[in-house]
């Protein structure tokens, strides 16, 4: 496993309230139903597809972020971005995304594990560095709006208790902001699990924030899709 931020620059929130903001672009996956190769490779108007939801995670409203991945190529994008990295050979989405909230944390990755015996106040000590929250991206939602990012933290703002999740319609998806609280269930989740494990154990503790069009949510898991985001893009994308 290998770190690297090549970018110094601070990014400035742009409010002074309180709730630090922490952001994970999950870039690790196989694309096992993208039959052509890494959809993250994928050209999208010009340009790696993995780097419009890089460029929309520069986002001011979001204070700290990493990216994680496996593959040589988009640590090779991260570089040319000065994006932060982290880059690791393990092949489940439950580590990936504790490698990543465990970065932003400040902690090793294993301080958490389903074997831990500890109380909250004690869980809250062993995060006392970390983000209030943390979203957690895609790497293949190349029409996510910046928008959606500043409601997201907008509404965590409102009332830090619940998660949040971007939405349009009956339809929920990516991105979900979740904040410090459900971080140790992150941190140890089941094999190949993800922050949908949280959200469905916790349904009552999750709200809804409404995109500004259904495009944003869309992923692009195969050629087809990739093909219906691509005749999207010039009226919703920003970067």
């Known amino acids: 496993m290998e770190f690297s931020n090549e970018n110094t620059e601070k990014i400035i929130h742009p409010s002074k309230n309180a709730g630090k903001i922490g952001a994970v672009i999950l870039a690790s996956g196989d694309s096992r139903r993208f039959a052509s190769g890494q959809k993250l490779l994928a050209d999208f108007h010009g340009r790696p597809l993995v780097e419009y939801v890089f460029k929309t995670a520069l986002t001011p409203w979001i204070d700290t972020r990493i990216a994680v991945t496996r593959w040589q190529e988009v640590r090779n994008i991260c570089r040319a971005l000065e994006f932060p990295c982290l880059f690791h050979d393990k092949p489940l989405l439950n580590d990936t995304i504790r490698l990543g909230l465990s970065h932003l944390a400040g902690i090793p990755e294993q301080t958490f594990s389903e074997n831990a015996q500890r109380t909250s106040s004690e869980n809250m000590q062993f995060l006392s560095n970390a983000p209030d929250a943390c979203i957690f991206l895609q790497g293949d939602q190349p029409l996510l709006r910046s928008e959606?990012?500043?409601?997201?933290?907008?509404?965590?703002?409102?009332?830090?208790?619940?998660?949040?999740?971007?939405?349009?319609?009956?339809t929920a998806g990516s991105p979900i902001l979740f904040p410090k609280r459900f971080f140790p269930e992150l941190l140890c989740l089941p094999p190949d699990c993800g922050g949908g494990y949280v959200i469905r154990k916790y349904p009552d503790l999750v709200k809804t924030v409404e995109a500004r069009h259904p495009a944003e949510l869309l992923d692009a898991d195969t050629e087809e899709a990739l093909q219906q985001l691509s005749s999207l893009n010039q009226p919703f994308q920003e970067v």
Not at 148 to 170: E, H, P, T, W
């Open 148 to 170: 959606s990012i500043k409601a997201l933290v907008l509404a965590f703002r409102q009332d830090q208790r619940f998660c949040y999740r971007l939405s349009y319609g009956n």
